[in-house]
Structure formats: structure tokens, C-alpha cells
């Protein structure tokens, strides 16, 4: 199991971030890997709210399916899903600081199959995009109050 933990700090409010975020339907706009994502039932996520996506990590396209495990509105939400080989439990935890958002991001991931005999490159790999989408989450939701 690689547990990976990465944090950003975004110039907009909680609120703001934590609606975005937990959205799993923003998801292709945000996190580079995601091309397609389906949400059922519609409506405000929730718990039990299940997220089919279309994924394509290391060159390999995944359809992974995931559930919220846990939401508390403007605090955290946890998500864990397959897919194929490997399973991931991930947990955003956001913090008011000053008039923006400490975002902490702490991902759990199982890699099997193919991506267990890549092991480090796996995970080097992994936190890598983490890193490149949280970045591009910041700048696009701080382009939203320019």
C-alpha cells in the first residue's frame, strides 16, 4: 500500500474549494488523468454517491467505479474505489486560512497486476499527477475571482 499526502493552500474560501472539489463531475476539468466522468444519482454529491470514470494513467485506460465513503460539508469527504488492478482510497480535508483554503490531500493506493511489478515508478508517477492537479485545481479556481 503507498499512502501519498499532498497539500496546496488556494486564495479562495472554503466553501468554494470544498463545492468544487467534492464534485466529483468537475473531476476531468481538474485532475489530468480523468477524461470522462459519470455521477449516479444526480444531484448534490453525497454519501453513497457512486462516480464511473474514464482514466488514463501510465499510458493504460482504466474505468474505474468509486463511492463517497464520507462527506461532512466543508471539512472532508473520502472516496474509495477499483479499478482493474489496483484500488485507492482517497480523503481531501480542507482548512480556513485566513480568506482561502488549506487543502490536504491524503491518497491511499493498492497497486496490483501491471502496476504492482512498477512499483516505485508506479507511485513516483502517482504523486507526481497528484501534485500537477492540484496545482491546476488552484489556478483554476483562483481564475474564477480574477
Not at 482514466?55 to 460539508?73: C, H, N, Y
Not at 485507492?88 to 480556513?96: I, M, Q
Request: no cysteine; charged share 25%.
Amino acid at each position: 500500500m503507498e499512502t501519498i499526502e499532498t497539500s496546496i493552500d488556494i486564495q479562495r474560501p472554503v466553501e468554494t474549494v470544498f463545492a468544487y472539489v467534492a464534485d466529483p463531475r468537475n473531476g476531468p476539468q481538474w485532475q489530468g488523468s480523468i477524461k470522462e466522468a459519470h455521477v449516479t444519482p444526480e444531484g448534490p454529491p453525497r454519501v453513497g454517491t457512486k462516480v464511473t470514470q474514464v482514466v488514463s494513467f501510465l499510458g493504460v485506460k482504466l474505468e474505474p467505479t468509486a463511492e463517497i465513503i464520507a462527506l461532512e460539508p466543508n471539512r472532508s469527504f473520502s472516496i474509495k474505489g477499483r479499478s482493474g488492478p489496483a484500488s485507492l482510497e482517497a480523503t481531501f480535508r480542507f482548512e480556513a486560512i485566513g480568506t482561502g483554503t488549506r487543502l490536504n490531500a491524503t491518497i491511499q493506493v493498492e497497486p496490483g497486476g501491471l502496476f504492482k511489478v512498477a512499483g516505485p515508478l508506479f507511485a513516483s508517477q502517482f504523486k507526481k499527477q497528484n501534485e500537477a492537479d492540484l496545482q491546476r485545481l488552484k489556478d483554476l479556481l483562483e481564475a474564477q475571482q480574477a
